[in-house]
């Protein structure tokens, strides 16, 4: 993929290119992880280059970064599985603990392993922009849909007093914002169930949402 936009700062049109990320990315995109997954979350859960090795061999139509002004600003990363939405499942077993050497070539969803933008251009709508290109790809591919689980960050302050299907309906309804999941349902993604234990992730309880964009077309 390589895609070539300009966005607003507000100010100015800035130019932007969406494209696959390749070997010679590793280092900013490690540098990336480390700027947008700050402590409390585990700094192990970071790609590392073996796992980027294994996105750009295994499945380099899942591995996307956008740059701004030649910057790498963000990235999303998927595989193709088929999966039973019935079957409970954690992050580490339906990526391969990010590894993706589960990536089934015919499989019928593209799976969401991580999307990210660093904080200094969250303001850009970058991370629709990664989104509608992994959309664009699911329907390239013919995949019934993308889907993930989305994080739940603000719930740890209020799980002493919602259930995390209470907090995610109000989330929802837009009575209460989530910075992940509210992103996630202005994307065009809709939860269809919850996930215990889906991560090591104390903000959320390690809990999340499964949210899902059906291809339109199939």
């Known amino acids: 993929m390589l895609k070539h936009l300009r966005v607003s700062d507000g100010h100015r049109l ?14 900013n995109l490690i540098s990336l992880q480390a700027l947008c997954f700050p402590p409390p979350y585990p700094s192990e859960l970071w790609w590392n280059e073996e796992q980027l090795t294994e ?18 600003a963000g990235s999303m990363t998927a595989l193709r ?20 050497r589960n990536h089934d070539p015919d499989g019928d969803t593209l799976y969401v392993v991580d999307i990210c933008v660093a904080p200094q251009y969250r303001k850009l709508g970058l991370g629709k922009w990664l989104m509608q290109s992994m959309y664009e ?3 390239h591919l013919g995949c019934n849909r993308l889907l993930g689980g989305g994080r739940m960050p603000g719930y740890q302050q209020h799980a002493h007093l919602l259930t995390p299907q209470q907090y995610l309906d109000e989330v929802i309804s837009g009575s209460r914002y989530d910075a992940v999941l509210t992103f996630l349902l202005n994307c065009g993604r809709l939860p269809i ?26």
């Not at 800035?14 to 280092?27: A, Q, S």
């Not at 599985?81 to 993706?100: C, K, Q, Y």
């Not at 169930?193 to 199939?218: C, I, T, V």
């Open 14 to 27: 800035l130019p932007v290119t969406i494209r696959n990320y390749e070997r010679g990315d590793f280092t």
């Open 55 to 72: 996105h750009v061999t295994r499945f380099p139509e899942g591995a996307l970064c956008v740059e701004v002004e030649g910057i790498i």
């Open 81 to 100: 599985i088929t999966l039973d939405d019935r079957i409970p499942h954690d992050w580490a077993s339906v990526t391969d603990e990010g590894f993706i």
């Open 137 to 139: 790809t699911v329907v």
């Open 193 to 218: 169930g919850l996930l215990a234990n889906y991560l090591e992730d104390e903000q959320s309880a390690h809990y999340a949402a499964l949210m899902e964009w059906r291809n339109p077309f199939k």
